[in-house]
């Protein structure tokens, strides 16, 4: 019978600690996107009109963008963890490099949303 000790329960929940951290990142842009969308008029209605919209929309992609995201490294997360059930092997690379794609992307629409922020 194998043993194969407490790393695999270690890095069960770091992986789950990485989720929830990303999970909360997406939480945020989505929050920023919410805020400008329901943001009033300022003085400058016509200023307003063509910059907010297209501050709202680009936020909107970010949004989106970060959903997207977060679904690939959730997905990414459940199969390295259905992996650690059955053996302590090294994650594939095609695991890997989409995790790597989903981080980037998170932090990409991280970085625009704030960029885009007010």
């Given at each position: 019978m194998r043993d194969p000790g407490l790393q695999p329960e270690r890095t069960e929940l770091s992986w789950g600690r990485t989720l929830l951290a990303l999970f909360a990142a997406d939480l945020l842009i989505w929050r920023s996107w919410a805020i400008a969308a329901t943001q009033?008029?300022?003085?400058?209605?016509?200023?307003?009109?063509?910059?907010?919209?297209?501050t709202t929309d680009y936020l909107g992609v970010c949004a989106l963008a970060a959903m997207v995201a977060t679904a690939v490294l959730g997905l990414c997360?459940?199969?390295?963890?259905r992996q650690l059930r059955h053996s302590s092997y090294a994650p594939p690379a095609s695991l890997m490099r989409w995790a790597a794609a989903g981080i980037i992307v998170l932090g990409?629409?991280?970085?625009?949303?704030i960029a885009l922020g007010r």
């Open positions: 009033p008029a300022a003085a400058d209605p016509d200023y307003v009109r063509w910059a907010g919209t297209a997360v459940l199969a390295r963890l990409a629409s991280a970085v625009a949303a």
